[in-house]
């Protein structure tokens, strides 16, 4: 049985696909087979970050109307033997995606042994996003630090609580995750930024994980490997711990602190 | 042997009497530019305030000599507004003959005071509730209190019609609690509120945690642009009209 897992924002830019990849690579890792879908048709980005753009022939779409077969379409990852990446196409739009094309394709997915299918929605709360969330079983919501994000968080969430199959047939709901990306403990500390406790007081949804802000992202994405592969970084930790706990372990919150530098730091430098 | 009530597992399907609760939608006039101004008018503000609730004409104010209104163009208006208008009442011989055509259902006998009640409607329906009514439970009254229990969120919005609502999770901002009776809110109010919503001015907003972006009774409404007094702001208030035209705050 495989588990699909949407992550999902509402607002653009807050690091929906740079999650998408760190967990699908993070799932795979830990040896479970999994694939992630790119639903931003018309503007795909998950190639670039997973650094498959060069081995993109045949998309989501023409497996959705037929014109290639799965296996056809999914992109074996370079960093992790269990992961396969199901890329969107450049040249359609989001109409592109039907419900029955969806799921057949998830289906398929399942059939094949996937356990798990990582979808990464497109912003916004239009028809890419609810297709990202039809068939979602858990949702990470990935929420920034700032009221706008916050509050597209929520809009989302009211969406999958009553757009989602799970919702509309009256199953269990979708089990929801809160991830807050690119905190800044100094700025929260100081009072410029939520912090990850304001937010989940507004949204009432467990916390996943708190992703600190950091360079390490921009330069993985740019290299075209998810940033859970960038050892021994904070945002690599975070990625892991936040895996664990998805997999029911247990963590302790790391890079939430802010401590004031000391003397020394201060004098020596040091970030 | 009284019936007592054992597991039996449900039919498929059953019959019983209902009175629903409704939109009226009472014709003052028939002229068609005159409607077609005021409905702009009427729903200018709050082009989505209904939800798809159904509706039905009232003719009984119309005068003897009144023209036919253009039932399918005024009910395809109304569509577009959020109201399922599917009926006439207290209509002519004429007039009903001309709604049948556009597809309305005509209803008779509808006492013109009492919310609108489907009792004879043309389609040959089976006498209902064949069975004896089990006494031991009375079909209660359509429930006139709303009770939510999960978070409101953003883009949320629900209305209580007729009633009370009682919610026990927290309004987010961009959600919206509308009663026709009062509100009450035992957890974070941050979005809208509006009590009264059919212009009851002895509705009242009660909440645990006032941080509301906005909240209304009957019609009058205060923003919160800045913020509440101290006394009240994200702590216990009620909120109620004076001499219905001023929204009073008070701590509880």
């Known amino acids: 049985m495989a588990t699909i897992i949407t992550v999902t924002s509402g607002k653009g830019g807050v690091g929906k696909t740079t999650t998408s990849a760190s967990i699908s690579s993070g799932l795979a890792l830990r040896g479970f087979k999994t694939a992630v879908i790119d639903f931003d048709v018309g503007l795909r980005n998950l190639d670039l970050i997973m650094g498959c753009e060069r081995r993109v022939v045949y998309d989501f779409v023409n497996v959705i109307q037929g014109d290639a077969n799965l296996n056809q379409a999914l992109i074996k990852d370079k960093h992790s033997d269990n992961l396969y990446v199901l890329p969107a196409s450049q040249t359609r739009d989001k109409d592109a995606l039907t419900e029955e094309g969806v799921e057949k394709v998830l289906k398929d997915l399942e059939h094949q042994g996937f356990d798990y299918i990582v979808c990464d929605s497109p912003a916004g709360i239009e028809h890419g996003a609810v297709m990202a969330l039809t068939f979602a079983d858990e949702a990470i919501i990935v929420t920034n630090p700032e009221v706008s994000s916050v509050r597209d968080s929520d809009r989302i969430l009211g969406i999958i609580q009553s757009k989602s199959r799970r919702a509309v047939e009256g199953r269990d709901p979708v089990k929801e995750h809160l991830l807050v990306t690119r905190y800044s403990p100094k700025r929260a500390h100081e009072g410029e930024m939520l912090t990850y406790t304001d937010i989940q007081e507004l949204l009432r949804i467990p916390l996943l994980g708190v992703i600190p802000e950091s360079e390490a992202v921009l330069h993985a994405s740019n290299q075209g490997i998810p940033a859970i592969h960038q050892k021994g970084t904070p945002v690599a930790d975070a990625y892991s711990d936040a895996i664990g706990r998805f997999l029911g372990e247990e963590h302790p919150l790391r890079f939430v602190d802010y401590e004031k530098p000391g003397l020394i730091k201060r004098l020596f430098g040091g970030k | ?252």
């Open chain 2, 1 to 252: 042997m009284p019936r007592r009530r054992e597991p039996r597992p449900a039919p498929a399907l059953e019959l019983k009497t209902t009175r629903f609760a409704g939109i009226q939608v009472i014709l003052n006039s028939a002229e068609h530019a005159a409607l077609d101004t005021h409905l702009s008018t009427l729903f200018a503000a709050t082009p989505d305030f209904f939800g798809g609730e159904a509706a039905v004409f009232d003719c009984s104010r119309l005068p003897a000599d009144a023209a036919t209104p253009d039932w399918a163009w005024l009910a395809q208006e109304l569509k577009s507004r959020g109201l399922n208008p599917f009926a006439v009442q207290n209509a002519s011989p004429a007039l009903a003959a001309a709604a049948t055509d556009a597809g309305l259902l005509v209803l008779n006998d509808a006492a013109p005071a009492n919310p609108p009640v489907v009792e004879a409607s043309p389609e040959p329906e089976p006498e209902p509730d064949p069975e004896p009514q089990s006494a031991p439970e009375p079909a209660p009254p359509a429930p006139a209190t709303r009770i939510i229990d999960k978070p409101l969120r953003s883009g949320q919005r629900v209305y209580a019609a007729g009633g009370d609502i009682v919610v026990l999770a927290a309004v987010n901002p961009g959600a919206e609690v509308i009663a026709d009776g009062s509100i009450h809110v035992y957890a974070p109010l941050k979005g809208r509120a509006l009590a009264g919503a059919r212009g009851d001015t002895a509705a009242r907003i009660f909440t645990t945690h006032l941080e509301a972006e906005l909240v209304s009774i009957a019609g009058v409404y205060r923003t919160f642009e800045s913020a509440p007094d101290a006394a009240v702001a994200r702590k216990p208030a009620q909120i109620r009209l004076a001499d219905a035209s001023q929204i009073v705050i008070e701590p509880l």
